[in-house]
Antibody
Framework: EVQLVESGGGLVQPGGSLRLSCAAS????????MNWVRQAPGKGLEWVSYISGSGSTIHYADSVKGRFTISRDNAKNSLYLQMNSLRAEDTAVYYCARVAVWNHFEYWGQGTLVTVSS | DIQMTQSPSSLSASVGDRVTITCRAS??????LNWYQQKPGKAPKLLIYAASSLQSGVPSRFSGSGSGTDFTLTISSLQPEDFATYYCQQSYSTPPWTFGQGTKVEVK
């Protein structure tokens, strides 16, 4: 059974940093592209970042470029999102999602809440 | 970046109704269009991918159509468990893979 479990969310002050993790199981992690998607309270879904299976290709939304870094450790079946210079508008539930053949997001984690507030 | 516009933003319907949600892309995306359902406090769930392919385990009352820039999600007979928010997403070419703003389906 495919499972994606996010962790690392919490309360952080503006300008602070946080590292999110996504633990994957039930599939060969290195074979799949992965993404982070976020959802601010009461708002819609926003794609955040993409990483290829090998980690060699990475993309970011303009709203996080230069502040967030996506990475993966295929030996540990884990995906990461390092978030620096956090702003109030980064407050959201962050989901990791596995990409399938039509670039659709076939599996999602349960999400982890990040709150940026003083 | 490709912009996705969903309509309506919300609708009220009754059990048994036929419901249609539309999604328009700002440029052609072939059939790289996906639909997700989200219930409060839960992660999104994939319903339809490649515009019209039903994800395994999703009831056949859900269907998708369209190509190019205009797409439709149809629920043929709304069930109580279908009251939720629906999002389209384009996954054409390379990221960013943008979502529509969502359509909330509420009880009439």
């Amino acid at each position: 059974e495919v499972q994606l479990v996010e962790s690392g969310g919490g309360l952080v002050q503006p300008g602070g940093s946080l590292r999110l993790s996504c633990a994957a199981s039930g599939f060969t992690f290195s074979n799949y592209e992965m993404n982070w998607v976020r959802q601010a309270p009461g708002k819609g879904l926003e794609w955040v970042s993409y990483i290829s299976g090998s980690g060699s290709t990475i993309h970011y939304a303009d709203s996080v470029k230069g502040r967030f870094t996506i990475s993966r450790d295929n030996a540990k079946n884990s995906l990461y999102l390092q978030m620096n210079s956090l702003r109030a508008e980064d407050t959201a539930v962050y989901y990791c999602a596995r990409v399938a053949v039509w670039n659709h997001f076939e599996y999602w984690g349960q999400g982890t809440l990040v709150t940026v507030s003083s | 970046d490709i912009q996705m516009t969903q309509s309506p933003s919300s609708l009220s319907a009754s059990v048994g109704d036929r419901v249609t949600i539309t999604c328009r892309a700002s440029q052609t995306i072939s059939n790289y269009l996906n639909w997700y359902q989200q219930k409060p406090g839960k992660a999104p769930k994939l319903l339809i991918y490649a515009a019209s392919s039903l994800q395994s385990g999703v009831p056949s009352r859900f269907s998708g159509s369209g190509s190019g820039t205009d797409f439709t999600l149809t629920i043929s007979s709304l069930q109580p468990e279908d009251f939720a928010t629906y999002y389209c997403q384009q996954s054409y070419s390379t990221p960013p893979w943008t979502f529509g703003q969502g359509t909330k389906v509420e009880v009439k």
